[in-house]
C-alpha cells in the first residue's frame, strides 16, 4: 500500500483532484450545497441516463442494454431523437455553447477530440446538437470519473454548459 502511495503522490494532477473532491465529500452540506453548477449537472445526467438507458432497452431489449457501452446507448438516444427531430435540436444546439467547449476543452483524450472534431465538421444543426451531447457525456465521464477538478473556473463553465445542453432534453421528453 505504501509503494500505491508514494506513486499516487507522484502523480500531481490526479492525486490533487482526487484530494479535493475528497475534501470535497467531507465539508458540510452547505458548501456542498455552494456547488450548484456541479449538482445541477449531476442530477440531470442521472435523469438523462434513465432516459437514454430505457430507451435503449426499449429499442434493443434487457440482454442487449446490459452488454451495451454507455456511449452507444447515448449515441443511440441522439440518433433516435436529436437527429430526428429539428425542435428539439435546435433547442440544444447553441453557438455559445460551441465556443466554450472549444475553448475550454484542453484534454482531448478518450474520444473527446473526436467529438469536438465531428462538432466541427458537422454540416447540420441536428448533427451539432448531437455532437453536443456527446461531448456533455465525456464530460460527465470525466466529472465522474474524477479526471477534473470541480472548483476551476473553466471547468465550472464546461459543466455548466454540458448542464444547458442536457436540460431541454429532460424538459422536451419528459412532459
Sequence with gaps: MMSFQKE?????????????????????LDIILSMKIQMKF???????NGL???????????KKAEKAQEWKKVEAFCDKFILTDKNLSSQI???EAKKIFFDNIKEKSNYMGKYLYDLKSARTKEEQAKYLVMIAY?????????????SLDANQLVVETATKIINPILNYVIT
Excluded: Q
Design 8 to 28: 499516487l503522490k507522484k502523480r500531481e494532477g490526479p492525486y490533487e483532484r482526487i484530494v479535493e473532491w475528497k475534501t470535497l465529500a467531507n465539508k458540510n
Design 52 to 62: 437514454y438507458s430505457v430507451s435503449y432497452e426499449m429499442d434493443n431489449g434487457e
Design 42 to 48: 449531476i442530477f440531470r445526467w442521472i435523469a438523462f
Design 93 to 95: 444546439y447553441s453557438a
Design 138 to 150: 465525456k464530460i460527465r465521464c470525466r466529472l465522474f470519473h474524477g479526471e477534473k477538478n470541480p
